[in-house]
Nanobody, 126 residues
Framework: QVQLVESGGRLVQAGGSLRLSCSAS????????MGWFRQAPGKEREFVAG????????YYADSVKGRFTMSRDNAQNAVYLQMNSLKPEDTAVYYC???????????????????WGQGTQVTVSS
């Protein structure tokens, strides 16, 4: 199985930047699609960003386009989420997820992901 561990979450001022990391272990995941999701208090888990196995295609929720950038380093078994121009509404627990399916195409659907990390808290103060 794949173990995913997120890190980098902390308290940050609105307008600031933060970089989240997701480290994978247990087996290689170079061929896996990866995603970032988040869940704010009282809200459902929502899609943030996704990336294909090679890292040449990325997908973003409308709410973060132009502000967040997802990337991956398969040699290091890691994915990242660079978060710029943070807003209070970005406050949430952020989760890293891996999709092992060869055929799935919907990065935004949490049901397509097979492995999840524990989450890292991001708090953006106004």
């Amino acid at each position: 199985q794949v173990q995913l561990v997120e890190s980098g979450g902390r308290l940050v001022q609105a307008g600031g930047s933060l970089r989240l990391s997701c480290s994978a272990s247990g087996r290689t995941f170079r061929n896996y699609k990866m995603g970032w999701f988040r869940q704010a208090p009282g809200k459902e888990r929502e899609f943030v960003a996704g990336i294909n196995w090679s890292g040449d295609n990325t997908y973003y929720a409308d709410s973060v386009k132009g502000r967040f950038t997802m990337s991956r380093d398969n040699a290091q078994n890691a994915v990242y989420l660079q978060m710029n121009s943070l807003k209070p509404e970005d406050t949430a627990v952020y989760y890293c997820a891996a999709d092992i399916s060869l055929s799935s195409r919907n990065y935004a659907s949490s049901a397509n992901y097979d492995y999840w990390g524990q989450g890292t808290q991001v708090t953006v103060s106004s």
